[in-house]
């Protein structure tokens, strides 16, 4: 992957593929001490300890499809190769959290990519799921969460609806320049 921000779709859909009703992706950046973070937390199914500890292993999926798993393996390698730091915690029948650090000025991070894109595929292509994302750089913090656009918009607009998935693409991306300034 070249892009962070893909990075985070797949393991968002590992979130939504893992039955969660609740996911909550942060990104996190402090320019001047040169550290970004990524945190992925879901209420889905969880693992167990036995899982948790091979996860990260490319040859351990539970996908039927194919035979290895390179998103969290590739997400771990993306922040230890741009001097941070990985983790992942998982309970059983509770979710996961997954946590990526980086820093910024790193000549191997890759760059964020295309999150708003990635923002609004996950809300719109995702009913059943309810997302919330927080983008903070210093002082400047923005927040998206389904829930209280689902409460504006009533029942009978879906947040897929072309009107809506319009009006988020504006919404997001000028609060992501606002936020980051282009430099993530």
Known sequence: MREL?????????????AGA????IDVLADFAKDEMAIRIRDD????????????CDPFTTTRTTRKVGMGLPLFKFSAESAGGIFSIRSEKGKGTEVVATYRIGHVDRMPLGDFGGVVLQLVTMNPQVDFVFTAQSGETTGKLDTRELREILGEDIPLGAPEVRSFLREYIQENLVDI???RL
């Open 5 to 17: 921000a893909l990075n985070i779709l797949d393991i968002t859909e590992n979130s939504v593929s």
């Open 21 to 24: 009703h609740l996911i909550e």
């Open 44 to 55: 889905g199914c969880g693992m167990d300890e036995q899982m948790l500890a091979t996860v």
């Open 180 to 182: 980051f300034g282009g």
